[in-house]
């Protein structure tokens, strides 16, 4: 079964760290681009962040600039999203989604595949 698996979310304090891991299992991470997306209640999933299958571009959403690195080990099939300076903003579930492709988006239509999402919440 092809499937990609989000982890790492959690309850965190503003100002807090939290490090995103989105496995795979069934296929092969290293032909494929990697997009980090988001969707808090009653708004529109977003794009947060994208690296591309060679792991030598990343884009980043202006809103995580400088607070989020996305990065990838795809001898352990798995890309990262380490998030930063945390804001209540930042609350939202996350997903991570995978484009057979080398270059990534920052907008969900290159990508076929899908995890389930993990939930992050910044709040004291």
């Known amino acids: 079964q092809l499937q990609l698996v989000e982890s790492g979310g959690g309850l965190v304090q503003p100002g807090g760290s939290l490090r995103l891991s989105c496995a795979a299992s069934?296929?092969?991470?290293?032909?494929?681009?990697i997009g980090w997306f988001r969707q808090a209640p009653g708004k529109e999933r977003e794009g947060v962040s994208c690296?591309?299958?060679?792991?030598?571009?990343?884009t980043y959403a202006d809103s995580v600039k400088g607070r989020f690195t996305i990065s990838r080990d795809n001898a352990k099939n798995t890309v990262y999203l380490q998030m930063n300076s945390l804001k209540p903003e930042d609350t939202a579930v996350y997903y991570c989604?995978?484009?057979?492709?080398?270059?990534?988006?920052?907008?969900?239509?290159?990508?076929?595949?899908w995890g389930q999402g993990t939930q992050v919440i910044v709040s004291s």
């Open positions: 989604a995978a484009a057979a492709r080398h270059m990534c988006a920052m907008t969900s239509l290159p990508y076929s595949k």
């Open positions: 069934g296929f092969t991470l290293n032909s494929y681009a």
């Open positions: 690296i591309s299958s060679s792991g030598y571009t990343t």
